[in-house]
């Protein structure tokens, strides 16, 4: 992956739901973060149908706000799969890190091609 020109998109479903509480979510993307070096990365709170970021103790807001610290450029969106909230802002902020990515790349190799 670390080859691959991208963002990273990684889901953390804050109602708990899926059988992992946040502190283990937030582990498991450290175990991985490692393969995201140099991406920009989207961290989307899903289901906020369930369960509002607000609603999260101070423990968990840390662990959340921890990844965005560590990964500067990196972003939390809120969003429920099933209501639609959020989606359109998860997309807009992927699609705008990925062309910034994208655009500052090309300028890169540009000015190399230039000998600058």
Do not use: W
Request: proline residues 4%.
């Amino acid at each position: 992956m670390a080859h691959l020109r991208c963002c990273i998109l990684y889901f953390i479903d804050i109602s708990e739901q899926c059988g992992y509480n946040i502190q283990q979510q937030v582990a498991l993307f450290e175990s991985i973060a490692p393969l995201f070096a140099n991406k920009p990365i989207v961290i989307a709170l899903n289901k906020i149908d369930q369960r509002r970021p607000e609603q999260l103790t101070q423990e968990e807001q840390q662990l959340i706000q921890k990844i965005l610290d560590e990964y500067p450029g990196s972003v939390a969106v809120p969003m429920s799969t099933v209501t639609d909230e959020g989606i359109a802002k998860v997309k807009e902020t992927v699609c705008s890190l990925f062309v910034s990515m994208t655009c500052t790349l090309a300028s890169l190799t540009l000015f190399e091609s230039l000998g600058m």
